[in-house]
């Protein structure tokens, strides 16, 4: 008898389909899965037949082949034993064969027979969608998650016989509960903890407007890792497809497993990452940081501690806003768009500049200089020193909360979508050259000012562009179509880096 | 003559020791000095040559010659025993003249000079510009063209003494200097239009500008700097020479600190320099012309002076973060302020 049940596999965070197609002929008793699975896969003959028999069903005792088709696709993991298991079970007649064809099927089997948790149900689920299967069958934990996806049925079941049941024409059981929202509001960081800081404060919502970079310079202990972990907290709301987006990767990477993300993603990974960690890569080919920080933030905490090489891979998913990582079989790309936010002492010490605790000599600076300086740092937006903030600051009322900044930023988003619309980019931080040109105007006394400053050599002419784009978004947050020459000072004055005279020759 | 040398250019590329000794010596001499076997060729193309036609060729490159007899010429430079018999100028002579008319100071330094130099030569130069007093430099990159900036920030005259043909920057990365120097001083050379620059150009050039200025700075240079040979020529000219003190541990303020060690004047600002050339307190360095700052921003800048040099201390008086930073910008793109390291601002002397 021949059966064949559909499932998807997980390709970086693509679903593919993949059906599995069981044949039981007379012979020795020999179960053989074969489509080039990795070891999980293999072993997966052990679960299912272990699975099969606690679950009150006959094992046959014949010759079963199973493969796994596309042949040339590379199945990795154990979600494919729960269409394994069906599949045994509609080739040896337990199961109608002809129903099965409505359904999907994900999931990986424990021996009793149980459906256990497994992650990226929301890929497989766009998988089904993308394919016109009417009914998924998920693990009941993330029936939730699979749910998001619309124009299909989701059936979340905790074990392989109440899907048996199910195929069979039985009731589907209902979507579980959401579980209630265990982050209560007023741990959350919020800016109205911040005392003083008033540039910073300007830049963290500047950025948060127009999705700019930030670099965050300054001594230890003044506040940068404060600030930048704030910023999530005045990002606008993410959109249903962005929100979806993302949800999809972090439940492929096994990270969240209930229900919409709601809230932008902040990774903050350590600086001993790894290239491979933070663009993607490895075996199984797995998503970075980068890309799980696809629509909300990667912060890079001590910047200049991190490897030359991991920094320089972050520039083509800077630039491009994916990442493709090619391997000796194929080619993957994962979505970048992230806004990066960084953070650096200023020297090795820290202290240059605070009174004369600098113990730093000529050499470390030059090193330090060097390091932080190139191709990362020319993709900044926004260079903010953190100062310390005075004594009798930090004893005042707080001068803005979270909310209040969000509504403002959202407004000056709502400004850019409006502007932008039809075109790729959908905020002044994602404005390539024609944007720019095209959207950013500037009165005469700004084009003058920014010309001075152009050739006074205080600019590159990629600086340039950033104080275009950072000039159009202070614009924005002011309410004003035009661009002035305030707007344009203001951008000038958050690209702050010491350094010779602006206006030498 | 300056055809003279230029013709030989290549023939004095292989001297060594002191080129303004070979510049001295008459047309003839040099040519049996250095042309060698092609002493017959030079002194038959000499007979054939066309004054007229030099004359012309100048003229068209937009230099403007002048002769050792001509009135405009400067009268410092016949003190040198190799004066240039004749002086190209661009920019125009009777500029040259009125630039010369009092006494102008040269400003030299290293090439790749520290952040300090640059600065130092900066304000001097603007500082000396804005007392009328011309600055003379080489629009070498690094500390001459620091000190020919900060002269034409201050709308000060200031002449660039070229190694080459005056009708061209050199070096060409100056190219906007250049241009700015042409319209507003003067770029002068004692080689006619077009000639290239040799090893021998440098030194010959800073015995003009040595023999040009009453008195000469030295702001940063190495042990074995060509800024030294000016300082050198200076004082065998009998001219004060003045140096700017640097650490004692940077090679970039061993030239300096040694001239210092052997006499030279203490210079730490304009008024030193103006007190060597006239005399103490005869004539006062002005504190720096701000006609063009608005009056808010002067308050602001007067209160970066007053200690208040943070984004955000300074926005504490009513004003918000954006209005402060803009502010600071407009004043940091006039020159009036820089950024320190700690996201200070200090107001640039």
Known sequence: ?505 | MSWLIARLAGHLEPVRGRIEELLALGADELIVAVAGAERERVLAERENLRPDRLRVHSEQSGLEPVCRCDAAYPRRLLQLASAPRVLYVAGGVERLRELVAEDPVAIVGARRASDYGLEVACALGRGLASARVAVVSGMALGIDSAAHGGALAANGGTIAVLPGGADRPYPRAERALYQQIRRTGVAISELPAGAPVFRWSFPARNRIIAALSSLTIVVEARERSGSLITARIARELERPVAAVPGRVTSPLAAGPNALLAHGAELVRGAQDVLDVLFGAGVRGASTRDRAGVAPELESMLAQVADGADTVATLARDGLTAEQTLAALSALELAGYLRREPGGRYVVVP
């Not at chain 1, 003959?45 to 014949?62: I, K, L, T, Y």
């Not at chain 1, 990002?235 to 497809?241: C, H, W």
């Not at chain 1, 400004?415 to 720019?436: F, H, I, K, W, Y």
């Not at chain 1, 590159?460 to 947050?477: E, F, K, N, P, Q």
Request: glycine share 10%.
């Open chain 1, 1 to 505: 008898m021949l059966a064949r049940v559909r499932t998807f596999a997980i390709d970086g965070v693509e679903p593919r389909q993949v059906w599995v197609e069981v044949d039981i002929r007379s012979g020795l008793p020999a179960f053989t899965i074969v489509g080039l699975g990795d070891i999980a896969v293999r072993e997966s003959r052990d679960r299912v037949r272990a699975a099969v028999q606690n679950s009150g069903f006959g094992f046959p005792q014949q010759r079963i082949t199973a493969n796994l088709a596309p042949a040339f696709l590379r199945k990795v993991g154990p979600g494919f034993d729960a269409a394994l298991a069906l599949a045994v079970l509609a080739a040896h007649g337990e199961v109608p064969a002809e129903t099965l064809d409505d359904y999907a099927v994900f999931g990986e089997l424990s021996l009793t027979g149980e459906l256990r948790d497994s992650p990226g149900a929301l890929a497989v689920a766009e998988g089904a969608r993308r394919a016109h299967v009417r009914r998924l069958i998920v693990p009941r934990e993330r029936a939730r998650e699979a749910a998001l996806v619309d124009g299909l049925t989701i059936v979340g079941v905790s074990s392989l016989r109440d899907a048996v049941e199910v195929v069979k024409g039985g009731e589907p059981p209902p979507l579980p509960a959401p579980v209630p929202n265990g982050k209560l509001a007023w741990c959350e960081p919020d800016l109205a903890d911040v005392r003083g800081h008033a540039a910073p404060l300007l830049a963290l919502q500047i950025a948060a407007a127009g999705a700019h970079n930030l670099l965050l310079e300054g001594a230890p202990g003044t506040g940068k890792t404060m600030l930048a972990r704030r910023l999530p907290s005045i990002l606008p709301e993410m959109s249903r497809p962005e929100a979806i987006a993302v949800t999809r990767i972090h439940s492929v990477t096994g990270l969240h497993a209930d229900g919409l993300i709601t809230a932008r993603p902040f990774r903050a990974p350590h600086h001993t990452i790894s290239p491979a960690g933070l663009v993607g890569g490895g075996s199984p080919l797995r998503p970075g940081e980068a890309t799980l920080a696809n629509h909300g933030v990667l912060f890079l905490d001590e910047l200049s501690e991190f490897q030359r090489s991991t920094l320089d891979a972050l520039r083509q998913p800077l630039e491009d806003g994916c990442v493709t990582i090619v391997r000796a079989q194929r080619a993957l790309m994962f979505p970048t768009r992230f806004m990066l936010v960084a953070a650096t002492n200023p020297c090795p010490c820290g202290f240059v500049g605070v009174d004369d605790r600098c113990t730093c000599g000529e050499p470390d600076l030059r090193r330090h200089r060097r390091k932080l300086s190139g191709p990362l740092l020319d993709r900044m937006d926004l260079l903010v020193t953190v100062g310390r903030p005075a004594e009798d600051e930090l004893r005042a009322p707080a001068t803005t909360s979270s909310a209040e900044v969000r509504e403002r930023v959202a407004v000056a988003r709502e400004r850019q979508r409006d502007r932008l619309a039809g075109s790729p980019a959908r905020c002044n931080g994602e404005m390539d050259t024609r944007l720019v040109r095209r959207h950013v105007r500037l009165d005469e006394r700004a084009e003058q000012i920014l010309g001075d400053a152009y050739s006074a050599g205080a600019l590159s002419a990629r600086g340039r562009l950033r104080v275009l784009r950072l000039a159009r978004t202070i614009a924005d947050l002011d309410g004003s179509e035009g661009v002035s020459s305030a707007h344009v000072l203001t951008a000038l004055g958050l690209r702050q880096r010491a350094g010779p005279p602006a206006a030498v020759v």
